[in-house]
């Protein structure tokens, strides 16, 4: 019986590996120019921690939790989000003292049972980024440019940044009162999602996807319109340091995000060019998560983005020039020469040149072809003749121009030069 990857999964080939190394690298630079550094989290957490973090009434935790029982009776789940396991860790390890701002990324897998569509899946890679110990708009400010950054030097376009406030415990409950009077002449005509959300969660059908719902939703009340004083300004310190450092950014007011954590800033990057699922990257501002977890007072700010998505929009033209490829293919005719190529393409590696070989003693024509396809830059060619004369071919693919290197002095270092000047300076003064 053939067995297949199971649904809403799917497997990252060796072909494709190239781009997600290539954006994966990108973050790891420009993210730590800011001060970031990553953190790797469990995989699975104790599903009361997700229960508990991102909140009983959301879509995640009654409908997309990866739950089940281990050995021990105790109720595990797979991680739908990194946010919950990094407060978690922030709290268990202290990371708190001493008191500084705490900045970490992480990247991997997140796990929701969701049904699955373009660009959405079961399981998904996530790189998110948690800016923790400030409650300073210029954070929430400089982590949207930094990601804005990210986006622009994975040479993106057509994504937009929509912001929004979501309030704070001053100024939420009064809009919750206000939304919900004018949910509640509405509710007829709303779908059987906000007929359940109207009591527990009020403020989700601001965002909700049905075609009605959302043209009632123009005219309800919106948070941005009730924040109190100290709320409508950080928003409008956050608007105006975007704009300031040219991050174009539009106001949506009916933004809630789907995670309960959120308060003040909340924010999604949208792309044109997507779809359906068409955000690519979540987040905002959650003060007091740290808190519900037994950690002290700590404002954070932070977001995830898909990273499926992200690349599914990174302009191809430059995936090409950072795909790896082979510095050389060894074409080596006979035994003689298999035995000797054996050891070369050992010796060439240690000294970090990338060679391939042919392991199966095919025909010269057979192994140029493999050379060929394999996008090497250069052939080295050994034959009996070869061995014999002590002189070894060495041809630039691109143009077919041909070398001959001699063999009866040392001539690894003259090799390594040709195939990769860079390592030989690294070598030789290092
Ligand atoms: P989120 O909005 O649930 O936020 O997810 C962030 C991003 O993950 C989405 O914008 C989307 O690109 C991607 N994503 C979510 N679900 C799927 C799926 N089923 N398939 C493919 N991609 C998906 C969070 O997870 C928060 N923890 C973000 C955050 C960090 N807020 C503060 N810090």
Not at 145 to 159: R, V
């Amino acid at each position: 019986m053939k067995i297949k990857s199971s649904r809403g999964v799917k497997d990252i080939l060796p072909q494709e590996i190239d781009k997600w190394h290539w954006v994966e690298n990108k973050a790891h630079k420009i993210f730590s120019l800011y001060g970031f550094k990553e953190i790797r989290i469990p995989i699975f957490e104790s599903t009361n921690l997700f229960q508990r973090g991102i909140g009983d009434t959301t879509d995640i935790v009654q409908k997309e939790m990866y739950t089940f029982e281990d050995k021990s009776g105790e109720q595990i789940t797979l991680r739908p989000e990194g946010t919950a396991g990094v407060v978690r860790s922030y709290v268990e390890h202290k990371l708190y003292n001493p008191p500084s701002l705490v900045k970490v990324f992480y990247i991997g897998p997140m796990f929701r049972y969701e049904r699955p569509q373009a660009g959405r899946f079961r399981q998904f890679y996530q790189i998110g980024v948690e800016a923790m110990g400030s409650p300073s708009p210029s954070v929430d400010a400089e982590v949207m440019i930094m990601l804005m950054d990210f986006f622009s030097a994975l040479g993106l376009k057509d994504h937009c940044l929509e912001i929004n406030s979501l309030g704070c415990p001053e100024c939420r409950p009064q809009h919750r009162e206000i939304l919900k009077t004018a949910i509640k002449g509405q509710l007829e005509n709303l779908c059987e999602n906000c007929n359940n959300r109207y009591e527990r969660n009020p403020l989700r059908v601001l965002d909700c996807k049905n075609k009605t719902c959302s043209e009632i939703a123009k005219d309800l009340p919106k948070t941005a319109e009730h924040l109190c004083d100290v709320c409508s300004d950080n928003f409008k310190q956050v608007q105006s340091l975007l704009t300031d450092v040219q991050v174009p950014w539009k106001l949506n007011p009916i933004l809630v995000r789907g995670l309960d954590y959120y308060g003040r800033t909340a924010f999604e990057v949208k792309s044109g060019s997507l779809g359906a699922q068409d955000a690519i990257c979540g987040g905002g501002r959650y003060d007091y998560l740290v808190e519900k977890f037994e950690g002290p007072a700590t404002p954070c700010f932070g977001f995830a983005l898909g990273l499926e998505r992200l690349i599914s929009l990174v302009p191809f033209d430059q995936m090409e020039s950072i795909a790896q490829h082979p510095d050389l293919y060894l074409v080596c005719l006979g035994e003689a020469a298999q035995t000797l190529g054996f050891k070369l393409a050992n010796e060439l590696r240690r000294k970090g040149i990338f060679v391939e070989r042919d392991s199966e003693g095919a025909s010269m024509k057979s192994q140029m072809r493999k050379a060929d396809k394999s996008k090497a830059r250069f052939a080295l060619i050994l034959g009996d003749n070869e061995i014999r004369d002590e002189k070894y071919v060495l041809k630039l693919m691109e143009d077919g121009s041909q070398e001959e290197i001699d063999t009866s002095k040392e001539y690894l270092g003259i090799l390594v030069q040709r195939l990769n000047p860079q390592t030989v300076s690294e070598t030789t003064h290092g």
